[in-house]
């Protein structure tokens, strides 16, 4: 099955910071998503990206299906955005296939 | 609009007891998922349903997990005779599966077996 590889694992930064969050997978895939799971454990959905670059506020993000890979974008990072992001893939209708996630700390 | 919803958001059993998850699908969606979230397997797939179709079951650990889905709307997820493996944060998703397949996760059922 399709394997995904998130890195860094864990990432600490100042408030204020920019950050870039990496996902990689091993197939092609025509659906790739970005979540921020809250403390709470709410999946947030923040991009539905299988190719393209989009921006939303702070965030960006790019996926190059070609390269099998995607990043995530943080600017001006707030304490706000701490949590687990997520990227998943998968194709046409099936299941998502969840990284491990990078687990994120933005210190005040 | 409302999301999707998940029921109860926390359970306690006892091992060895039946328990019954609830989903409820944003209005429309016809695609609808079930994953779980443990420390030791982080997110993984149960099953899957579509439409009319034949669920996609090849994600369920055991006979003892089971689904169904009633009139393309609410779904239940039962789990017979629960271990404490079972533990885990349960969690549905949809999708309209029009204009891509971008899916939308409930808040999760946090299941706890003693």
């Known amino acids: ?108 | 609009g409302a999301g999707v919803s998940q029921s109860p958001s926390n359970k306690v059993t006892e091992k060895g007891k039946d328990v019954e998850l609830r989903c409820d699908p944003i209005s429309g969606h016809t695609a609808l998922y079930w994953y779980r979230q443990s420390l030791g397997q982080g997110l993984e797939f149960l099953i899957y349903f579509q439409g009319n179709s034949a669920p996609d079951k090849s994600g369920l650990p055991s006979d003892r997990f089971s689904a169904e889905r009633t009139g393309g709307s609410v779904s239940t997820l039962t789990i017979q005779r629960t271990q404490q493996e079972d533990s885990a944060v349960y969690l549905c998703a949809s999708s309209p599966q029009r204009e891509g397949n971008e899916q939308f996760f409930g808040p999760g059922t946090r299941l706890t077996v003693l």
């Open chain 1, 1 to 108: 099955g399709i394997q995904v590889e998130q890195s860094p694992p864990d990432l600490i930064l100042q408030e204020g910071a920019n950050s870039t969050l990496r996902c990689n997978f091993s197939d092609s895939v025509n659906n790739l998503q970005w979540f921020h799971q809250n403390p709470w454990g709410q999946l947030i959905n923040l991009f539905y990206i299988p190719s393209g670059t989009k921006q939303n506020g702070r965030l960006s993000a790019t996926t190059v299906a070609t390269e099998r890979y995607s990043l995530l974008y943080i600017s001006s990072s707030q304490t706000t955005d701490s949590g687990v992001y997520f990227c998943a893939v998968g194709r046409g209708s099936e299941k998502l296939v969840f990284g491990k996630g990078t687990k994120l700390t933005v210190n005040p």
